[in-house]
């Protein structure tokens, strides 16, 4: 199984960067996720990495190191649409995904 | 963009009734998957679903729930015998999964809120 441990929440103005950092600990690592969540929606997929570096795709950007089981993803310029929770997830070589609690993003203008 | 459809998007039900959650997974997916939310708490695994059985389920997925997919299209997830705290939003995932390469995970569903009174 997974441990997965990420902040509860946080806050950032408008135009800002905000770093969601996720910790791990895992049996069978096949990838980290982050998703992107609003309230009474389903997640919606964000970015992937399974080797260790930084992935990029837009303003979001996402982190790995295996060896300290350590992800983070980068939100850039900040949007008042980006208020949310953004979740990481572990998956394992069964590819189950196994969720953390979810960081609650709130922009402020 | 392809979908993973899931109905009704809202149940209501009485305990001890049976209900069956419906989910269309994107046509050239192979795995399929249940998971679930309990408002306010984080998105748990209940059970994958691959060549017409069950290949892994959670401590979660006991012997009220089963899952089935009875025809080409739709997969569907039955709760025998509901309980209050049997109440969540539940969704539907489907992925491919021949190419281990793959990287864009699951495809989610819009998700089925069950409420249990």
């Known amino acids: 199984g997974q441990n997965i441990d990420q902040p509860t929440e946080m806050t950032a103005t408008e135009g800002a960067i905000v770093q969601i950092n996720c910790t791990y600990q895992t049996s069978g690592f096949n990838g980290l996720f982050w998703y992107q969540q609003h309230a009474g929606e389903a997640p919606t997929f964000l970015s992937y990495n399974v080797l260790d570096g930084l992935e990029e795709k837009g303003r979001f950007s996402s982190f790995l190191s295996r060896s300290k089981g350590y992800s983070y993803l980068l939100l850039k310029e900040l949007q008042m649409k980006d208020s949310a929770s953004y979740l990481c997830?572990?998956?394992?070589?069964?590819?189950?995904?196994?969720f953390g609690a979810g960081t609650t993003v709130t922009v402020r203008a | 963009e392809p979908e993973v459809t899931q109905t009704p998007s809202h149940q209501v039900t009485q305990m001890g009734q049976e209900v069956i959650l419906r989910c269309v997974p994107i046509s050239n997916h192979l795995y399929f998957y249940w998971y679930r939310q309990i408002l306010g708490q984080k998105v748990e695994f209940l059970v994958s679903f691959y060549n017409n059985e069950i290949s892994e389920k959670s401590e979660i997925f006991d012997d009220q729930f089963s899952v089935e997919r009875p025809d080409g299209s739709n997969f569907t997830l039955k709760i025998r015998s509901t309980k209050l705290e049997d109440s969540a939003m539940y969704f539907c995932?489907?992925?491919?999964?021949?190419?281990?390469?793959?990287?864009?995970?699951?495809?989610f569903g819009s998700g089925t809120r069950l409420t249990v009174v």
């Open positions: 995932a489907s992925s491919v999964r021949e190419d281990r390469g793959e990287v864009d995970g699951y495809t």
């Open positions: 997830a572990g998956r394992s070589n069964d590819y189950k995904l196994s």
